[in-house]
């Protein structure tokens, strides 16, 4: 089974960007998609943001919109995150996930800690 390692992760201010970025053990990702999920403190994981193999599609969260983006190099091999415009608020445990057929993300990295100071 292929596994992911998100790299990335730091401690940044409010209105800073990172890049996250999420390489699978197995070249190529044979998925039907990859996303990007978090969990911050004492909450629950929530959808960051998604994309389609295929057709390249994405989807993001409201509370990103705008200013966070996914993309995949053509080899499908890594996914990223453009985090821009951070906020205190997107401080957070961030995983990648990889999709399967099915709809179901099967597959999770073991996450990277993302910090936002005010």
């Known amino acids: 089974q292929v596994q992911l390692v998100e790299s990335g992760g730091g401690l940044v201010q409010a209105g800073d960007s990172l890049r996250l970025s999420c390489a699978a053990s197995?070249?190529?990702?044979?998925?039907?998609?990859m996303g990007w999920f978090r969990r911050a403190p004492g909450k629950e994981r929530e959808f960051v943001a998604a994309?389609?193999?295929?057709?390249?599609?994405?989807e993001y969260a409201d509370s990103v919109k705008g200013r966070f983006t996914i993309y995949g190099d053509n080899a499908r091999t890594t996914v990223n995150l453009q985090m821009n415009s951070l906020k205190p608020e997107d401080t957070a445990v961030y995983y990648c996930?990889?999709?399967?057929?099915?709809?179901?993300?099967?597959?999770w990295g073991q996450g990277t800690q993302v910090l936002v100071s005010s």
């Open positions: 994309i389609t193999w295929r057709a390249r599609s994405t």
């Open positions: 996930a990889a999709r399967a057929q099915s709809g179901q993300y099967d597959t």
């Open positions: 197995r070249r190529p990702i044979f998925t039907y998609g």
